[in-house]
């Protein structure tokens, strides 16, 4: 057994999971592999993300970075975006927290509920580039791309949105359709995506409602996505297929989304949860749980 266990905390925004570490003080360094282990649904802590709480190179209250259950370090990842704003607002006693992002500062605010957050996402981008694609769209409301024989594809022209990351939406009658375990990994990896992309299959309910299922990048099926809530909400407003503000019914729960006209931000509002603390042996990545104290939250994870 290692000397040092990492005090770390397990939380959900709608059952999207995340480890979350405390690195301010001391580095937490785990590499891909460790990270995969600790992961898994078998055998590990298991969660959809690892998030790590660092210091804030540009002057937030801190810097939140973020791995994919394979591995792999994206810059957002809006569910977490939540709990951390949660946990920050708790340990500065605030109604608000900046949280600095590899896809830029973002600000979490809070609402009437201790649990409920607001995160400000910043603006989305649409151009073929910036999601990026391997081809040039001028339009990206919806592009050529279809799965499945070519007079009777099962999907097809997505609209693409880069939120922070990249997502691509497809509009269906009936999300729960479709097995998205089998095409969410083909569209993953499409060759149209160079970054591989989130996977969304979204169904408008009236012009304030959508219900959407998402393959996640580097995941897998999730019970919700922050983002691809964000992406589904902006993409079906620029395409008149709603307005500007939508819930949108995830199977782990509702996401609030605004688009809001004014500064072109996306806020999005929704449930957070602390499922419980543990103690992680770095060099065996074997973990225990731990007794909750009576401590603001973060405290715990130093
Ligand atoms: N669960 C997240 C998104 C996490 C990152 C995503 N899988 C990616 O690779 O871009 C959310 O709530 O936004």
């Known amino acids: 057994m290692s000397e040092r266990r990492i005090p770390f ?3 959900n925004g709608l059952g999207n999971d995340f480890v979350v570490w405390d690195a301010r003080e001391a580095p937490v360094r785990l590499d891909p592999d460790a990270i995969r ?3 898994a649904r078998d055998g590990g802590i298991g969660f959809d993300q690892m998030i790590t709480v660092e210091r804030s190179p540009g002057g937030a209250d801190a810097f939140m970075r973020i791995h994919n259950r394979d591995g792999s370090e994206v810059d957002a990842c809006g569910n977490a975006t939540r709990c951390i704003g949660r946990l920050l607002m708790e ?3 605030s109604a608000a927290a900046t949280i600095e992002t590899n896809a830029g500062l973002l600000k ?5 509920s201790p649990r409920r957050v607001t995160v400000d996402m910043g603006r989305p981008r649409f151009a073929w580039n910036e999601i990026p694609l391997a081809e040039e769209f ?4 919806a592009i050529e791309l279809q799965i499945g024989p070519i007079d009777a594809p099962i999907l097809h022209t997505p609209s693409v949105v880069n939120v922070g990351n990249p997502h691509a939406i497809f509009w269906v009658r009936d999300p729960g359709a479709y097995d998205l375990s089998r095409i969410g990994p083909m569209l993953e990896n499409h060759p149209m995506f160079p970054e591989r992309a989130n996977i969304s299959l979204a169904h408008v309910l009236s012009d304030d409602e959508v219900e959407v299922r998402v393959w996640e ?3 897998g099926l999730t019970e919700a996505c922050g983002t691809a809530a964000c992406a589904v909400g902006v993409a079906a407003a620029r395409d008149r297929r709603t307005g500007r503000k939508v819930r949108v019914h995830l199977p782990g729960g509702p996401l609030d989304i605004e688009w809001r006209e004014s500064d072109d931000h996306i806020l999005m509002t929704g449930d957070t949860e602390v499922e419980f603390e543990g103690l992680l042996d770095p060099e065996t990545l074997t973990f225990e749980k731990t007794a909750p104290g009576d401590r603001p939250i973060l405290e715990v994870v130093r």
């Open 9 to 11: 905390l397990k939380m």
């Open 37 to 39: 282990q600790i992961g």
């Open 91 to 93: 340990e500065n006693g």
């Open 108 to 112: 979490a605010s809070a609402t009437d």
């Open 138 to 141: 001028h339009d990206t409301r």
């Open 217 to 219: 990048r580097g995941v």
